[in-house]
């Protein structure tokens, strides 16, 4: 891994503030397609939510038996999270006495979705010990979990408990609203320099901590194995299938690279998965998704995303956010390897990204949330497939 260059790196003590949710600027909108997303997102969150009460009684004795010398612990500030749609997540500062003096913490609860699922495999269990072998195995900077409960009769549903990370999360949406349009170019250069300089730090890890992660019945590669998860997950999903998701399946197949390599890959590779402080990366959050997929499956997903909230919406991209060369190109120096077959992998990403967005709309229609995103309607994620198809028609 080859270090941050010196010219890139933030010389201002000054934190960034932390701006939680999707804060638009003022006077702008966010786009009726993406407005209809998240709502179909909260929704099924808010189904799978749990009282707030109740779970603060549930936990109690949990904690105290995995805090056996505390004299006390008061749950306070228990509260869901403004982002995340997929599975449940809460904050809570707990205030533990323990001999006589009383220490204030801040954490996160991530509960396994039971209910209305996402994704066809929300296991917390993978996300917690991922981050676990980062932490131990890794410079890749991720939140402290604390501890993972597999029984169901605890709170309903499994969990795990993590620090709380302070910083700044940029918006789903970041060249329109947040903390990155509050700041200036030169800090936007930092930050994104960070971020990719992080990814590249997931790509370069050893892999025999994340073995557990290998399906091999699923294909001989991480990235075989990944394709096979998607292909399930598409069957699964209840969604209708568009004949332009058929068609990039066919094209993803008869384009399949040779070299697949296994390697491990975050999953939901984007900067609002980031936490930043100092105009530095400070934590990668949210790894529902990682498998052994290899490093370009992260790489077209980042591309895919920085497409989404820029040319996909008609919102130009923010000064000093690199465009898609200046990924590449950084990442390769920061990596010390070149990105290989990217046109396969953003094509690919873009595929897994609409069959998500499909399954959270038939979710949100399940629900009888009225302006649920419809499949037969037009939308970026599908546009960005046929045109990805209409300039790819060959070997890449």
Not at 287 to 292: G, N, P
Not at 301 to 326: A, I, K, M, N
Request: charge should be negative; glycine fraction near 8%.
């Amino acid at each position: 891994m080859r270090p941050l260059p010196t010219e890139f790196r933030s010389t201002s003590g000054k934190s960034l503030e932390r701006l939680d949710g999707d804060a638009w600027l003022s006077g702008q909108q966010a786009p009726p397609a993406l407005e209809r997303a998240h709502a179909a997102m909260n929704r099924v969150s808010d189904v799978n939510s749990h009282d707030l009460q109740k779970l603060a009684q549930a936990l109690l004795p949990w904690l105290h038996l995995h805090i056996p010398e505390a004299e006390s612990i008061t749950l306070s500030g228990l509260r869901k999270s403004a982002a995340g749609g997929s599975s449940e997540t809460l904050f809570l500062e707990p205030l533990i006495r323990e001999q006589g003096c009383v220490r204030h913490e801040a954490w996160v609860l991530r509960i396994e979705a039971t209910v209305h699922q996402i994704y066809q495999d929300p296991s917390v269990e993978r996300q917690y010990r991922v981050m676990q072998a980062l932490s131990r195995s890794s410079s890749v900077p991720v939140p402290k979990v604390l501890w993972y409960e597999s029984d169901r009769s605890v709170i309903g549903a499994p969990f795990f408990l993590m620090e709380r990370v302070e910083g700044a999360i940029p918006d789903a949406l970041h060249n329109s609203g947040g903390f990155l349009t509050q700041i200036t170019t030169s800090q936007r250069e930092l930050i994104w320099l960070s971020a990719i300089q992080t990814l590249a730090k997931i790509h370069t890890v050893e892999l025999e901590p994340f073995r557990f992660l290998d399906r091999p019945s699923l294909g001989d590669s991480g990235l075989d194995q990944e394709i096979a998860v998607w292909d399930s997950y598409m069957r699964w999903s209840g969604a209708p299938i568009r004949p332009i998701q058929e068609r990039a399946r066919q094209w993803l197949s008869d384009q399949l690279p040779r070299e697949r390599p296994t390697g491990l890959a975050w999953g939901d590779a984007r900067p609002g998965n980031m936490i930043f402080r100092d105009n530095a990366c400070i934590a990668v959050i949210d790894w529902e998704t990682v498998s052994l997929g290899g490093a370009e499956t992260d790489l077209g997903w980042w591309l895919f995303f920085d497409w989404f909230v820029s040319d996909g919406f008609g919102v130009p991209r923010l000064p000093g956010l690199g465009t898609r060369e200046q990924t590449l190109k950084v990442w390769e120096e920061f990596a010390g390897r070149k990105a290989r077959n990217m046109q396969w992998h953003e094509l690919f990403a873009t595929w897994r990204f609409s069959l998500i967005s499909d399954r959270a709309g038939h979710l949100a229609r399940q629900l009888g949330l009225h302006h649920a995103p419809r499949t037969d309607a037009r939308s970026p994620h599908a546009e960005r497939l046929q045109m990805l198809l209409g300039a790819w028609d060959g070997p890449n």
